[in-house]
């Protein structure tokens, strides 16, 4: 089976993140795509992180209603942080090794990558998706073992999400609704701290 790896904080995951993983559905010949929650992302500041039970939560709730096609990954929950690309990649290959796996990348991360963890070797060994997002470039031609998906450009972010809420601003379609019902039930985001860990 083919499976689109979707990396991400998903803090929170929002209707951009489902648009991105439908078009890899539909239109990149994958069967399956997982949403692989990442406790911290390296190159990303944690204060206003979600806890990581919190998160895959929430990808839980807007993905409940797709089991066969979407999943929610917490195999990062147990592996070192901060949590690192390649480390991710050999740890799902050697578990799943009847399925192939491709990276699901924004054109941002892409012009990051030269600073992930052995790039080199997440080049050789999987090809990448790169679907475009604003303000980057396009994905030159010459790029090893990559893809440019000509998904829809997507303006919406977790980080505008957070800050609506934080200023007490109502955003109820940015989401999937039970995605926001939960939000506003816990109160997350509501001050520019991240909310206590779950108990």
């Not at 083919?2 to 904080?9: I, T």
């Not at 939000?183 to 509501?190: A, G, L, S």
């Amino acid at each position: 089976m083919h499976v689109g790896l979707f990396f991400g904080s998903f803090n929170p995951v929002h209707i951009g993140h489902l648009a991105i993983a439908n078009y890899m559905l539909a239109y990149a010949d994958m069967d399956q795509l997982w949403f692989v929650v990442s406790p911290h992302n390296p190159l990303k500041k944690k204060q206003t992180l979600l806890p990581e039970a919190d998160r895959l939560h929430l990808v839980n709730l807007a993905i409940e209603a797709y089991p066969q096609q979407y999943r929610a990954s917490n195999i990062e929950f147990k592996m070192p942080t901060p949590s690192y690309t390649i480390d991710t990649l050999a740890r799902l290959s050697d578990k799943y090794p009847q399925h192939k796996f491709s990276l699901i990348m924004g054109s941002d991360n892409l012009e990051s990558f030269r600073k992930w963890k052995n790039r080199e070797n997440i080049v050789a060994r999987y090809h990448r998706y790169i679907y475009p997002r604003p303000g980057t470039a396009h994905l030159s031609s010459t790029a090893a073992n990559a893809t440019a998906v000509d998904a829809p450009l997507i303006e919406i972010s977790s980080t505008f999400i957070r800050t609506a809420i934080m200023q007490g601003r109502d955003v109820p379609f940015f989401m999937p609704e039970k995605v926001y019902r939960y939000i506003r039930e816990m109160h997350f985001y509501e001050t520019k701290q991240s909310a206590p860990p779950s108990l």
